[in-house]
């Protein structure tokens, strides 16, 4: 089975989106095998890659609402996701449907547990798989939490950045005691820095100091270009490689898929490098 990763955090625009499509690209570019599911009804990782919504017949919802007892086919799986116009990097996409996901599971048994059971349908063709998640803690993030083996939180350096986190650790931590022992909290990441700021500063060392060793050192800056790609249909890393957040982007992917454990906040400092 791949490396699964979720990313999640219940508050909304704190850069989850722009994380996952931004780290499977560089996982695909430097030729891993990927595939990015998106669990957010809202679609933002599908339109981001430059998927068209609206001339999909399906996506993830009828894969979690397949109503066989063990699951989707193989078939079935890989006949919903697509291929994006990065080579390597496949999507599991969301419509507007997924909207109706979470009420589709509530009555279904094993409901927190469909997601693990699409993936177990094709995702072992892929070395990595990310999996973007909507603000909230629904069924559905619920979900992503029991199909990953790894979580990546980001957290945007603005005032209440640790807002709503002890309800999301006790919510891992709940997965964790029933349901995936294995799941695991592969770092915090800082995004959307403002380094002409001392808040941004002060909410970094705020979160350093609550999430010690766990925060990885790399950290996003604010940076227009990754905000402007998606319009473009394209992560940031392809659309402009070389600007700062593009940068950042890459040393996230070596912390995170490199030699995480001994370089996560093995360090006092931090890199702000743009
Ligand atoms: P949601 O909770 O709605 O899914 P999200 O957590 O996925 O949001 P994003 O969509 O990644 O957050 O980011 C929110 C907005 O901020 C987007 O418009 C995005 O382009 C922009 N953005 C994200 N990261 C940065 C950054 N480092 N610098 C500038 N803009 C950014
Ligand atoms: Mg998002």
């Known amino acids: 089975m791949a490396e699964t990763y979720a990313v999640i955090?219940?508050?909304g625009g704190v850069g989850k989106t722009t994380t996952a499509v931004n780290l499977t690209a560089c996982a695909a570019l430097s030729g891993r095998k990927v595939l990015l599911v998106d669990a957010d009804p809202q679609g933002n990782a599908t339109s981001g890659l430059g998927v068209d919504r609206s001339i999909l017949e399906q996506c993830l919802y009828d894969l979690l609402t397949?109503?066989?007892?063990?699951?989707?086919?193989?078939?079935?799986?890989?006949?919903?996701?697509?291929?994006?116009?990065?080579?390597?990097?496949?999507?599991?996409?969301?419509?507007?449907?997924?909207?109706?996901?979470?009420?589709?599971?509530?009555?279904?048994?094993?409901?927190?547990?469909?997601?693990?059971?699409v993936l177990r349908a094709g995702a072992e063709r892929y070395e990595v798989v990310l999996i973007d998640t909507a603000p909230s803690?629904?069924?559905?993030?619920?979900?992503?939490?029991?199909?990953?083996?790894?979580?990546?939180?980001p957290i945007q350096c603005e005032y209440y950045a640790l807002e709503g986190l002890s309800q999301l650790l006790e919510i891992i931590h709940l997965v964790q005691a029933?349901?995936?022992?294995?799941?695991?909290?592969?770092?915090?990441?800082?995004?959307?820095?403002?380094?002409?700021?001392?808040?941004?500063?002060?909410?970094?060392?705020?979160?350093?100091?609550?999430?010690?060793?766990?925060?990885?050192?790399?950290?996003?800056?604010r940076n227009v270009r990754l905000a402007e790609a998606p319009s473009y249909g394209m992560p940031a890393v392809v659309y402009d490689?070389?600007?700062?957040?593009?940068?950042?982007?890459?040393?996230?992917?070596?912390?995170?898929?490199?030699?995480?454990e001994t370089s996560l906040g093995t360090r006092s400092e931090s890199t702000h490098i743009g």
């Open 137 to 153: 803690l629904g069924l559905l993030t619920i979900n992503s939490l029991v199909a990953a083996q790894k979580v990546l939180i």
């Open 66 to 117: 397949d109503d066989s007892v063990l699951g989707p086919s193989a078939e079935a799986f890989n006949e919903v996701v697509v291929p994006t116009s990065i080579q390597n990097l496949s999507l599991l996409p969301a419509t507007i449907d997924l909207a109706g996901a979470d009420m589709a599971l509530a009555s279904v048994m094993s409901r927190e547990a469909k997601l693990r059971q």
């Open 9 to 11: 955090n219940q508050k």
């Open 241 to 260: 490689g070389n600007c700062p957040g593009s940068r950042a982007y890459w040393r996230l992917y070596q912390e995170v898929f490199g030699d995480a």
């Open 178 to 221: 029933q349901i995936n022992p294995g799941l695991r909290i592969a770092g915090v990441i800082l995004t959307m820095y403002d380094a002409r700021t001392n808040l941004a500063a002060e909410v970094e060392a705020e979160v350093r100091a609550n999430f010690p060793g766990r925060v990885f050192r790399t950290v996003i800056q």
